[in-house]
């Protein structure tokens, strides 16, 4: 059976101007990878708790089986089991301090791949909030402080935030690279070895 990819975009929602990625994805990527996947075109340091929503079912690797037992556990589902077509949309969930909620919705249900990756990026625009900033009333008075050199607080809110920040920059190629190494490195975390094997190597002949 051949391969489907699916074209995704992810909007962070409540963020003026926009800030968003699109990317690739195979249809059938587990939840966590697709997590992972999410931090790195984003620009997250997955430092916090996230969570999937697909209609009324949730997701999460990190998961109190007595107080949620209505969460269920992302690394053993796979994206294809809830969203087949375009124009699907689910939320992810980062950081429920700061409270960063993305949309993601389906652009292309079978995409044809215009790199030999298996994830990439295509495009996106602005950087992500840094880290633990405030939330969305932190981060406008990060925007509001960087656009007004001349601020008592300039100094002390620049201090706080990664040398070299640039709210306004985003580099496809990084992002890509990061890309590569990651998924050349790392597999379906919570499937037996078997399964996973079989699934990236089917269809191979000696």
Known sequence: MKKRYYLLKITLLDVKPEIWREFVVPSDI?????????QIIMGWHDFHIHEFIFGKNRFSEFIDM???????????????????????KF???????????????????NYKRESDLEV??????????PEDIGGLDGYNRLIETINNPASEDFEKIMNLIEK????????????????????LCSRDRFLDWSEDFERD?????E
């Open 66 to 88: 007595e107080e949620q037992e209505d969460i269920l556990f992302s690394p053993e589902f796979r994206l294809n089991e809830f969203i087949k077509r375009k124009g699907s």
């Open 164 to 183: 070299g920040y640039d709210s306004e920059s985003y580099d496809v190629k990084i992002v890509n690279w990061l890309l590569m190494k990651y998924y």
């Open 30 to 38: 587990t939840l966590d990878r697709l997590h992972d996947v999410i």
């Open 91 to 109: 939320t992810y969930l980062y950081d429920f301090g700061d409270l960063w909620k993305h949309s993601v919705v389906v652009k292309d249900s």
């Open 201 to 205: 190597y089917e269809g191979f002949e």
């Open 120 to 129: 990439y990026c295509i495009d996106g625009e602005r950087a992500c909030p």
